[in-house]
């Protein structure tokens, strides 16, 4: 199975300021036939289910603020939340679907300082 | 408008079985790839098993054996039957939909709490 991480656990950053989460697989998300990285993002705030937010490791989907971006390949990613604000309160999740074996990130809570 | 409706969660002793079900309305469940995702209390996600619209089906290690993913098309309908079930395996079971292999979960319902508890 390949195996997510995430850094940090939590963080608390001031309304305004950026966020930065990152995800690492421990195998290479990156299918070379079409160049593409199989790596999303997810939020989920508390009692909700979890949303997607951004695909193929930098696509938003359709109605997600432009303050949301991801970044990265291969093994490495970034999703980067420019100017906090306070809905955006919550736990992000990276997910590999390069494997028939769906695997998630441990999570990143973000709260505002 | 797209909309995922689980029910059949509740509370089962260790050793138990409960049928979890997925209704969908606005797609069709044998057209997409759907999948079962938990969250224990507290805890991250875990994706559990999907069912591909060609019918193939795949599981967690930790599951294997013990759940069976399966649909009934005419009712549009996706289910998780779960048995020998053990207290790791309470959790919110969400369905969630792909509409493609190999791409992202876009859908995904509100869950339904599974507790197993003597």
């Known amino acids: 199975d390949i195996v997510m991480t995430q850094s940090p656990d939590s963080l608390a950053v001031s309304l305004g300021e950026r966020a930065t989460i990152n995800c690492k697989s421990s195998?290479?998300?990156?299918?070379?036939?079409?160049?593409?990285?199989?790596l999303a993002w997810y939020q989920q705030k508390p009692g909700q289910p979890p949303k997607l937010l951004i695909y193929?490791?930098?696509t938003r989907e359709s109605g997600v603020p432009d303050r949301f971006s991801g970044s990265g390949s291969g093994t490495d990613f970034t999703l980067t939340i420019s100017s906090l604000q306070a809905e955006d309160v919550a736990v992000y999740y990276c997910?590999?679907?390069?494997?028939?074996?769906?695997?998630f990130g441990p999570g990143t809570k973000v709260d505002i300082k | 408008e797209v909309q995922l409706v689980e029910s059949g969660g509740g509370l089962v002793q260790p050793g138990g079985s409960l049928r979890l079900s997925c209704a969908a309305s606005?797609?069709?469940?044998?057209?997409?790839?759907m999948s079962w995702v938990r969250q224990a209390p507290g805890k991250g996600l875990e994706w559990v098993s999907v069912?591909?619209?060609?019918?193939?089906?795949y599981y967690a290690d930790s599951v294997k054996g013990r759940f069976t993913i399966s649909r009934d098309n005419s009712k549009n309908t996706l289910y998780l039957q779960m048995n020998s079930l053990r207290a790791e395996d309470t959790a919110v079971y969400y369905c969630?939909?792909?509409?493609?292999?190999?791409?992202?979960?876009?859908?995904w319902g509100q869950g339904t709490l599974v507790t197993v508890s003597s």
């Open positions: 969630a939909s792909s509409p493609q292999r190999d791409t992202p979960l876009d859908y």
């Open positions: 606005g797609f069709t469940v044998s057209s997409n790839y």
């Open positions: 069912i591909y619209s060609g019918g193939s089906t």
């Open positions: 195998q290479s998300v990156l299918y070379s036939s079409n160049n593409k990285n199989y």
């Open positions: 193929w490791a930098s």
């Open positions: 997910q590999q679907y390069y494997s028939t074996l769906l695997t």
